[in-house]
């Protein structure tokens, strides 16, 4: 660097140096405007300015110190200028006007449900709603009616308050049998009578019958018909049959261990006080 370019560099210094530490003194330069002012307000004085001419020569010195003061601030701010950084404009684009409500995006529509299996919060598959029930004393259709079908009850196994039930007996063996006839009834029978069929097959023999109730009050028959071994127990007129369980049982012989009771049968037919009641069943 050369001899001339020091010298340049450390007067730059010393006048941003000076411009920094330079600060006017408004107090004397407004005492001397007021000395000036006094002067021209002193008796003996060469003729008195107007008014108006006294302010305006106030107001050109203001004016005068105010361009000195200007013009030093200036001369300051040339000689550093060199050291201040450029300064870039930079141009910001106006921000776009909000959007009216009616130029707003229609909302999206609601998707509309579906029978089909959606997945719920848990990850899960939901089931589809279930279809809506039908009303009550609505008309049914054959299809629907069959869907609906409950398999029937064991026909006449029990009626109203008497209940029956046919078996053979766990005593019976290869060559004898015992076909038992079980009643149970809530009520008193002031009527009854008990029939059972044992099907002539496997050379059956009526060798004897029984019941739980006292012999007396039943009268009792046995005898081949249609087909069948036919045990009778009824009940004589006045007397009755009280509320319980109770076993009629009919007796045979037959040959060897073969011998199928899906043909048996047995009957009864009661009643108690106005009410007829009859139920009938087999003993597969």
Known sequence: MTARGDLHEELRARLHEAAGAHEPDRARILARVERGMAAQDRPGHRGTPRPAAGWARVAGATAAVAGVLAAGGFGVAAAV????????????????????????????????????????????????????????????????????????????????????DGSVDPGSHDYWAQSNVTLKTSAELTALTVELRVALNGGVASTGAWRSLPEDDFAFTV??????????????????????????????????????????????????????????????
């Not at 450029?86 to 909000?98: F, L, Y």
């Not at 039908?134 to 064991?154: D, Q, Y």
Request: net charge negative; no cysteine; glycine share 8%.
């Open 81 to 164: 200028r060199d050291d201040a950084p450029p300064q870039r404009v930079v141009v910001a684009s106006p921000t776009p006007a909000a959007t009216s409500a009616s130029a707003a995006p229609p909302p999206a529509p609601e998707p509309t449900p579906s029978r089909t299996a959606t997945a719920d919060a848990t990850g899960r598959a939901a089931a589809p709603p279930a279809p809506p029930a039908p009303e009550t004393g609505a008309a049914r259709t054959p299809e629907e009616e069959a869907s609906t079908v409950r398999p029937p009850a064991a026909p006449g196994v029990a009626d109203g308050p008497l209940w029956s």
């Open 223 to 284: 005898a081949e018909r249609d087909g069948f071994l036919v045990y009778t127990w009824t009940l004589k007129e006045g007397r009755t049959v009280p509320a319980g369980e109770w076993v009629f049982a009919g007796q045979y012989d037959h040959r060897g261990p073969t011998r199928d009771a899906y043909g048996d049968r047995y009957a009864a037919t009661g009643t108690a006080g106005s009410e007829r009641l009859s139920v009938a069943g087999d003993f597969a």
